[in-house]
């Protein structure tokens, strides 16, 4: 179903969101280019836990939304808000997998291409 298209580090994806009878209500498309944000994405991965642990959810929510705009885009992000209507906890609950399903994978892949070139070069 997910078809990961990775050209070098750019992810080219579609948010689909069903509706209650599993019809899509929402394609949004995205491209996400790992190597322009792998950094600013792992701090603010960093910044969302120490939030959650702290319990701190307007700084939680103020990163989130952070992170939405660089892994989805300005004009992507707007689209879910308007769709979502303000609901964002079932905003954040049902792109969630794009996270853990596409994004966390690609970024522990790039990482590892990334460790193994360093390495290469120092060699």
């Keep these: 179903e997910e078809e990961m298209k990775i050209a070098s580090s750019l992810i080219r994806e579609n948010i689909e969101i069903q509706d209650n009878h599993g019809n899509v209500a929402l394609s ?8 322009n944000s792998f950094d600013h994405v792992k701090e603010l991965q960093a910044g969302m836990e120490k ?6 959810m307007e700084a939680l ?7 939405f705009i660089t892994v989805f885009g300005e004009d992507a ?3 879910l808000y308007e769709y979502y209507d303000g609901d964002y906890m079932t905003l954040t609950i049902d792109v969630a997998p794009i996270f853990t399903e596409i994004i966390a994978p690609a970024m522990q892949a790039y990482a590892e291409k990334i460790a193994q070139t ?3 070069a120092k060699a």
């Design 28 to 35: 949004v498309p995205f491209v996400f280019n790992i190597a």
């Design 51 to 56: 939030y959650r642990a702290d319990k701190d």
């Design 61 to 67: 929510g103020r990163l989130t939304h952070e992170l």
């Design 77 to 79: 992000t707007a689209k």
């Design 118 to 120: 360093h390495f290469r």
